[in-house]
């Protein structure tokens, strides 16, 4: 396992490369380019903003900002597993063409979601700032909040992107199972208004408990709870260790089967 680390540490510069290429043609050809990245949650928060002030009113508190506070996170965590599921099966020419360790696909589509993610924020920290969020001590504990889930959504990534290499029909899976996710890890609403009966759906999920501490940070100005935050770092840190095992045993078949 050790080893497998420190040839991704020794392709660095491969893996630099394909995190930039992502960014720099993910938008190729649009008349707007690389300010899509800025202009995606922009026009997020402005739709939302519409949708849930004038159509359809929510008994919270500046409610847009509500659900934007915890969206762009739960974007990065959707956007990085559905696009991740299918990396190796698209990869298969350069696989086939050039050694490099296979595990840096994976970790690429997780940066860049994370990068897109971190310009997300110039957009949603001023927002919150206009409504009177301002940023608070507590934003401390953003780093921690978005390593641990940097470290699970690269565990996932490593999963599905080995698995559905051998199982295609889970990348098409995976958008059923992503889009009940949704609605289970309190993007939408305040944990604190789901039944008793059903709140042990969203306390064993681990994106929940993420959703729930960047509100906390974001829009309550509070501490998030610091031991359900190490419990799922814990979490998090044995899937990775199980989940690169997994793809390090299944990658030595990747080129007969794509």
């Given at each position: 396992m050790?080893n497998d680390?420190?040839d991704?540490y020794?392709y660095?510069?491969?893996?630099?490369?394909?995190?930039?290429k992502?960014?720099?043609t993910?938008y190729r050809g649009?008349v707007?380019?690389?300010?899509w990245?800025?202009l995606n949650?922009?026009?997020?928060?402005?739709?939302y903003?519409?949708?849930f002030s004038i159509?359809?009113?929510?008994?919270?508190?500046?409610?847009?900002?509500f659900l934007f506070?915890?969206?762009?996170?739960w974007n990065?965590?959707?956007?990085?597993i559905l696009?991740?599921s299918?990396?190796?099966?698209n990869?298969?020419?350069l696989?086939?063409?050039i050694y490099?360790p296979?595990e840096?696909l994976?970790?690429?589509?997780v940066m860049g979601?994370?990068?897109?993610?971190?310009?997300g924020?110039?957009i949603?920290?001023?927002?919150?700032?206009?409504?009177?969020?301002y940023?608070?001590?507590?934003?401390?504990?953003?780093?921690?909040?978005?390593l641990?889930q940097v470290i699970?959504?690269l565990?996932?990534t490593?999963l599905v992107?080995?698995?559905?290499?051998?199982f295609?029909?889970?990348e098409h899976?995976?958008?059923?199972?992503?889009n009940?996710?949704?609605?289970?890890?309190?993007?939408?609403?305040p944990l604190?208004?789901?039944?008793?009966?059903?709140?042990w759906l969203?306390?064993?999920n681990?994106?929940?408990?993420?959703?729930?501490s960047?509100r906390?940070?974001?829009y309550?100005?509070?501490?998030?709870?610091?031991?359900t935050l190490s419990?799922i770092?814990?979490f998090s840190f044995?899937?990775?260790i199980?989940a690169?095992r997994?793809f390090?045993?299944?990658k030595?078949r990747f080129i007969?089967e794509?």
């Amino acid at each position: 396992m050790i080893n497998d680390w420190i040839d991704v540490y020794n392709y660095r510069e491969f893996l630099k490369n394909s995190v930039s290429k992502d960014l720099r043609t993910r938008y190729r050809g649009s008349v707007f380019g690389f300010l899509w990245t800025f202009l995606n949650p922009l026009l997020m928060l402005v739709v939302y903003s519409v949708l849930f002030s004038i159509v359809v009113r929510m008994q919270v508190d500046n409610y847009p900002l509500f659900l934007f506070s915890t969206l762009l996170s739960w974007n990065f965590f959707s956007t990085t597993i559905l696009s991740g599921s299918s990396i190796i099966v698209n990869s298969g020419n350069l696989i086939k063409k050039i050694y490099f360790p296979h595990e840096i696909l994976p970790i690429s589509v997780v940066m860049g979601g994370l990068v897109n993610y971190i310009y997300g924020l110039v957009i949603l920290i001023p927002a919150l700032s206009i409504y009177g969020y301002y940023p608070n001590t507590n934003y401390i504990y953003l780093p921690l909040i978005l390593l641990i889930q940097v470290i699970l959504t690269l565990a996932i990534t490593f999963l599905v992107s080995s698995l559905t290499v051998f199982f295609r029909d889970l990348e098409h899976m995976l958008v059923i199972i992503v889009n009940a996710l949704f609605y289970l890890s309190g993007v939408l609403f305040p944990l604190s208004t789901v039944p008793e009966r059903a709140r042990w759906l969203f306390d064993f999920n681990p994106i929940a408990m993420l959703m729930a501490s960047y509100r906390d940070v974001f829009y309550y100005n509070q501490t998030p709870d610091m031991f359900t935050l190490s419990m799922i770092g814990l979490f998090s840190f044995v899937l990775l260790i199980v989940a690169q095992r997994i793809f390090a045993k299944l990658k030595f078949r990747f080129i007969e089967e794509i």
